[in-house]
């Protein structure tokens, strides 16, 4: 008993510090959204500019996802995971020094081609050191620290961009940087030798482009929640992408309000991933998760549209927050359980369709904000609401099929 105990808090280290890196990472992120209004201003660009900026990021990681996560099997997990740190780093620092707008687009561009070496080799960790039993539960608690970066660095960069613009990235820079270290000489290596050296040959013996693997996923029995994972990271994107400039236009909130009402919706987000998900896996099941996960996103984002003051605005974007940060962790361990042994590969593959997701979805809402904003509210809310009932009669049709075997 005292040697299973041991074990468990030894497994715990690793799990914390790649907690601590997604934390950075998705911080990093999330650190642009009550600041680029004001940035885009500075350079006589419009809400399209904005949807091309932060759609460059997810193109990036659209594009090498899948590469770090097959080189990640070959190689492990631990060289990509720190690497990416840095490269992230770098990115953050560029950013805050930057002085014209095609400084901001490489900036975004280096951002979007490391933390896609950082998100699929920390989901690969998880999966290879974790049983099918514990999967939900280390993805879950992956998820919640996502979250609470992506939503707490909001806040950060609101609150640091009252005393400067480029104090937000400088501190994330940093800190990117110190993650990287601790990465790079204290996270043990959680694929072993004997596993990568085989993966290597595997992956020698089929070469296989990015548009071709993503075909092919589809047609597999990953494909139809690959194909989730677009639409949720699609209408994700629709809020990301214009929620700080829709607070800005309808509201005239300061870059400090919009980042207190992401710290309270990261919180919600935090504890949704680290205490929620993991028990709903257990009691009610993956699909019936993400079928709820998909409800409560979609009357989320109605609710948001029509919210009137600070108060209704905070409530409302945490409801719809719990129902995004349920579905994530929900879909990455349904993926994870049909890996069948390729996390790696299969964890870039979800970070690909997520990435190409993001990036449509953000050039969407740019475009949709110049006309109405409400629009890309309601593009979101009609697509999760659609994915909801699609996926009710997939999952039918599946019971169906297995009846008949």
């Given at each position: 008993?005292?040697?299973?105990?041991?074990?468990?808090?030894?497994?715990?280290?690793?799990?914390?510090?790649?907690?601590?890196?997604?934390?950075?990472?998705?911080?990093?992120?999330?650190?642009?959204?009550?600041?680029?209004?004001?940035?885009?201003?500075?350079?006589?660009?419009?809400?399209?500019?904005?949807?091309?900026?932060?759609?460059?990021?997810s193109f990036m990681q659209f594009l090498l996802a899948p590469f770090w996560g097959r080189l990640s099997d070959r190689v492990g997990r631990k060289p990509l995971i720190a690497l990416?740190?840095?490269?992230?780093?770098?990115?953050?620092?560029?950013?805050?020094?930057?002085?014209?707008?095609?400084?901001?687009?490489?900036?975004?561009?280096?951002?979007?081609?490391?933390?896609?070496?950082?998100?699929?080799?920390?989901?690969?960790?998880?999966?290879?050191?974790?049983?099918?039993?514990?999967?939900?539960?280390?993805?879950?608690?992956?998820?919640?620290?996502?979250?609470?970066?992506?939503?707490?660095?909001?806040?950060?960069?609101?609150?640091?961009?009252?005393?400067?613009?480029?104090?937000?990235?400088?501190?994330?820079?940093?800190?990117?940087?110190?993650?990287?270290?601790?990465?790079?000489?204290?996270?043990?290596?959680?694929?072993?030798?004997?596993?990568?050296?085989?993966?290597?040959?595997?992956?020698?013996?089929?070469?296989?482009?990015?548009?071709?693997?993503?075909?092919?996923?589809?047609?597999?029995?990953?494909?139809?929640?690959?194909?989730?994972?677009?639409?949720?990271?699609?209408?994700?994107?629709?809020?990301?992408?214009i929620f700080g400039i829709y607070a800005l236009y309808q509201f005239n909130y300061s870059p400090s309000q919009v980042g207190t009402i992401m710290v309270f919706v990261g919180v919600?987000?935090?504890?949704?991933?680290?205490?929620?998900?993991?028990?709903?896996?257990?009691?009610?099941?993956?699909?019936?998760?993400?079928?709820?996960?998909?409800?409560?996103?979609?009357?989320?984002?109605?609710?948001?549209?029509?919210?009137?003051?600070?108060?209704?605005?905070?409530?409302?974007?945490?409801?719809?927050?719990?129902?995004?940060?349920?579905?994530?962790?929900?879909?990455?361990?349904?993926?994870?359980?049909?890996?069948?042994?390729?996390?790696?590969?299969?964890?870039?593959?979800?970070?690909?369709?997520?990435?190409?997701?993001?990036?449509?979805?953000?050039?969407?809402?740019?475009?949709?904000?110049?006309?109405?904003?409400?629009?890309?509210?309601?593009?979101?809310?009609?697509?999760?609401?659609?994915?909801?009932?699609?996926?009710?009669?997939?999952?039918?049709?599946?019971?169906?099929?297995?009846?008949?075997?």
């Open positions: 008993m005292e040697q299973q105990l041991e074990e468990e808090r030894v497994s715990k280290k690793p799990l914390i510090m790649l907690m601590l890196n997604m934390f950075v990472i998705m911080m990093g992120i999330g650190l642009v959204i009550p600041i680029l209004p004001y940035y885009i201003e500075q350079f006589g660009a419009s809400s399209i500019e904005l949807g091309i900026l932060i759609a460059i990021f990416g740190m840095f490269g992230f780093a770098i990115a953050e620092f560029i950013f805050a020094f930057a002085t014209q707008l095609w400084m901001l687009f490489l900036s975004r561009m280096l951002a979007g081609a490391f933390g896609s070496a950082i998100m699929p080799s920390a989901m690969a960790f998880v999966s290879d050191r974790t049983s099918e039993q514990k999967r939900g539960q280390g993805m879950g608690m992956l998820g919640a620290a996502m979250a609470l970066g992506f939503v707490v660095g909001p806040g950060i960069g609101g609150w640091l961009a009252e005393i400067n613009l480029a104090a937000p990235f400088v501190f994330a820079g940093i800190a990117a940087s110190i993650a990287g270290l601790f990465s790079l000489f204290l996270l043990p290596e959680s694929l072993p030798k004997e596993q990568r050296e085989a993966n290597a040959v595997k992956q020698s013996e089929v070469k296989q482009s990015q548009m071709v693997q993503m075909g092919k996923a589809i047609k597999s029995p990953i494909g139809f929640w690959l194909i989730l994972v677009f639409v949720m990271s699609f209408a994700l994107a629709n809020f990301q992408t919600v987000g935090a504890v949704a991933q680290g205490v929620l998900v993991g028990r709903l896996t257990t009691k009610f099941g993956d699909d019936n998760v993400v079928l709820g996960a998909l409800l409560v996103g979609g009357i989320g984002f109605i609710f948001m549209s029509l919210a009137f003051n600070f108060t209704t605005v905070l409530l409302t974007t945490c409801f719809f927050f719990l129902g995004n940060s349920i579905l994530r962790p929900a879909l990455n361990t349904t993926l994870s359980r049909l890996a069948d042994g390729h996390q790696g590969m299969v964890m870039g593959l979800n970070n690909s369709f997520m990435s190409l997701g993001n990036v449509v979805g953000a050039l969407i809402a740019g475009v949709l904000f110049e006309v109405n904003i409400f629009l890309p509210y309601s593009l979101g809310a009609v697509t999760l609401l659609m994915a909801f009932f699609v996926t009710i009669y997939w999952l039918s049709r599946k019971k169906r099929r297995q009846a008949v075997i």
